[in-house]
């Protein structure tokens, strides 16, 4: 019987229970996806609707000249700020989570295959990977991006390309660590196919590493994604994003400041509470690790 994962999400419960970092990072990380999803009941604006005479750099409420009817003021095209951050997570949360979806969908079967079956299988697939993981993530998903064009698509699809490399090396170390126990050579005496000894037998064993892995990349993705719409080579404007609203802002900074610290703080908190919950999960799934209480 297979009790592996059982023993993750105990394992999570008790790191977070105890864990007051993971806790915190928990929390705000709630906060922003419940923000993303409710933002049609919670932002009262249109974040599309141009304003180019009577609300144009509208300050925040807490300045003066602002006002609660745009809290987080607008922007050089009277955009209300706070409606787009809002909308803007929902694109910018989404380009975070589905690139290492399809990363670890097309990385994690490659590394168990390599790590089940070794020899030339392994040394071919190695070699490409370590071919691939010789260049930063963001410089494949640039080269991507380029190739592929501009737009949210072919983003999630190039980012999410330069993050495979990363789940087949992990996964691939992991099954190697596997593939001889007892349960797998059970599995391959009974007379399993392939495709059942790796996703119903190792795949569940190894999914602590890949758990890890998936939530720190999670934060780099996000910030790829955010630095290749900054560049102009992401999200088409004027979609709200928050990588998008950093490059509309950084030219008016000075006279508008606000449109450049809220789409960032927004980044900021995303990266620094996933990177956090990270720490704890990697604490939780440690089997070195011990837990209080």
Not at 96 to 117: D, E, N, R, T, W
Not at 194 to 207: G, Q, S
């Amino acid at each position: 019987m297979n009790t592996a994962k059982p023993t993750v999400w105990r394992s999570l419960y008790l790191e977070i229970r105890v864990n007051r970092s993971a806790q915190i990072a928990l929390f705000i990380l709630s906060v922003l996806v419940l923000s993303a999803l409710a933002a049609p009941f919670l932002a009262q604006h249109d974040p599309l609707v141009l304003d180019l005479e009577s609300s144009r750099f509208l300050p925040p409420f807490f300045s003066a000249g602002g006002s609660f009817l745009h809290p987080f003021g607008t922007d050089s095209s009277g955009r209300d700020v706070f409606a787009r951050v809002l909308y803007g997570g929902r694109i910018s949360l989404a380009l975070g989570f589905l690139p290492v979806a399809i990363g670890a969908g097309l990385g994690v079967p490659m590394g168990l295959l390599s790590g089940y079956l070794g020899g030339r299988v392994d040394d071919v697939l190695m070699r490409v990977n370590d071919c691939l993981l010789a260049f930063p993530s963001i410089l494949i998903a640039l080269i991507l991006v380029a190739f592929l064009g501009q737009g949210l698509v072919n983003l999630m699809i190039a980012v999410g390309l330069a993050y495979a490399p990363t789940f087949a090396r992990i996964s691939r170390g992991s099954a190697l660590g596997e593939r001889n126990k007892e349960y797998v050579l059970g599995a391959h005496a009974n007379g399993a196919a392939l495709p059942r000894i790796l996703f119903r037998h190792v795949l569940p064993n190894i999914l602590n590493s890949v758990v890890v892995v998936a939530t720190m990349s999670f934060a780099s993705a996000l910030l790829e994604a955010a630095g290749l719409s900054f560049l102009g080579l992401g999200v088409r404007p004027p979609t709200p994003e928050w990588g998008a609203m950093l490059a509309e802002g950084k030219a008016d900074f000075y006279q508008a400041w606000w449109t450049l610290v809220f789409p960032g703080a927004a980044i900021f908190l995303t990266v620094l509470s996933l990177n956090m919950l990270g720490d704890g999960l990697r604490d939780a799934l440690d089997p070195r690790s011990v837990h209080r209480g």
